[in-house]
């Protein structure tokens, strides 16, 4: 049976009257370089059934091209934000969480097993080389099933219950990918901020790959990148999600043009790019895109005086006021848009960590309960959120479907009361002169919670709960250390306990994936190590022993096998009452509000918003392409 996805697919892709391209390109951004020979004309640049984005329908101004915006980040690595504002996915959401067909002119699917993609007669990639099957091909044979490249094997969304995808080139636009159960997860994780990848373009990379280059020119171009294996030239040269790599063509609205190592990378439009206004005018309408790196400590003051035309990045709900009485002195305004994250902050157990004192002690829940109801959220949202936000377990917010209150409010009532019972009833019954509770091993219960220290936010709340975690007997001190380092010394166990972000996707449907909420990736805190056995197939890492954890798995599982709606949001509640239950991440507050400054000039811009790298891509399913500007910046 085909779905209604089907339908929705067809819907989106429109065809525009080659009329209206002809208007259009009159007043095309790279009609001088059309003249000058250096590409072609519009009606050849784009596909031929370009995807058409009726921009007044979404209660926005048709714009014209033009002009640049400057943004600041904190490191050259943020070039990634381009890839998530820029959201040009195979298929990806539109605003209301609906995905449909993007780059893809097309697809079908049959009960959640098998997937038809068509691609875009005439659709090129950034450097005019045509996009076709043999992308798809290249990326699943010479890419993904080839051990020097992939290593750890298939990503897990191509591998279900065991089984690896079945690839087939129907034709040079058509390509399948089928399971013989359902796989409901793959036009997710190809919506996703950070997409799963299966095409890529293959003439470019194919100079990079032993299999296809001259063993003396692979030779060549390793001594010239200073590398030792073809398999570390290809990955550099291919990486998509952070373009560091000017000359890798893109379906991007815009490509970087700067290479590596810089201060200011320029992000020019994509000539080829597939989508056109109601009008036919070629999108993107804004021409560049100047990212600037920065002390992050800096962003919200150079934001602030005038630095930059777009900025969320490297700003956050304490820079507010600051940020607001620049509007007095700088053409800009400041909106909020509600983050989506569970818990703006949280505090994530390892389960993992190489204490062996305290790895049981914090498998217990009884400890995790005890520590969530010693913090009074009240006192934290009056002082550091003016009560702006909702006092809540790391959870879903009440934008989604799936939300209940009982999620919201397990174990978040301050009751030092019983947090006392619960640490008495768990064995750290005796205390020191400081009232300090003694561990097993006759260690004072001192808890160190790192985190990045990248805002002064984090160490404020830390400060709070480490007066009320004194009154159960529990001692807190503080650890800051660059993100960078938390992965690998959560994976090592080094970490006792983190502050971090919430659940990342706090506004899911049924469709979209729960692994969020078990052991699904090695850069989750609370529980890296199950993580990294999960994502390797078993091959790295341990599995999980505890029943709750197990449960978690067992039902992502299922999750993942069912073909219905009804039965994946019973799995989803079925999850997230057991994950806050269990308390496997301490949640605080959640629906918080994120600052954006924005040009006054910059149209299109909405006014409200959710803001959160998944599922929205922050910007990107507002559809940064049709942003524009009123006058040349």
Known sequence: MITRRTALAILASTALPRTLLGAASQIDALAPAVADGKLPPLAERLPKTPRVINVAAMGREPGRHGGRIRMLIGSAKDIRLMTIYGYARLVGYDENLNLHPDVLESYETEEDRIFTFRLREGHKWSDGTPLTAEDFRYCWEDVLLNEDLAPAGLPTAMVIDGEAAKFEVLDERTVRYSWSVPNPDFLQKLAAPQPLVIAMPSAYLKRFHTNYQDEEKLKETLEEERLKKWSQLHMRMARSYRPENPDLPTLDPWRNTTPLPAEQFVFERNPYFHRVDENGLQLPYIDRFVLSVSSSALIPAKAGTGESDLQAA???FVDYT???DAEKRYPVDVKLWKKTQGSRLALLPNLNCADPVWRPLLRDVRVRRALSLAINRREIN????????NESADTILPESPLFEPRFA?????????RANALLDEAGLVKRDSDGIRILP???RAQIVVETPGESTLDTDVLQLIADYWQKIGISLFIRTSQRD???SRAVGGEIIMSMWFGIDNGVPTADMNPGQLAPTADDQLQWPVWGL??????????????????ELLKLLKRWRLSSDVAEREEIWKEMLSIYTDQVFSIGLVNGSLQPILVTKKLRNFPEEGLYGFDPTSYFGVYKTDTFWLEEGN
């Open 382 to 389: 009056m002082a550091m959120f003016y009560g702006l936000t």
């Open 314 to 316: 490297g700003i956050d």
């Open 322 to 324: 600051y940020l607001k």
């Open 409 to 417: 409010n397990a174990w978040i009532a301050h009751d030092p009361d």
């Open 533 to 550: 056995n999960y994502i390797s197939h078993g091959e790295m890492g341990v599995p999980p022993e505890l029943p709750p954890v197990v």
């Open 441 to 443: 091993d006759g260690r």
């Open 485 to 487: 380092t938390f992965r």
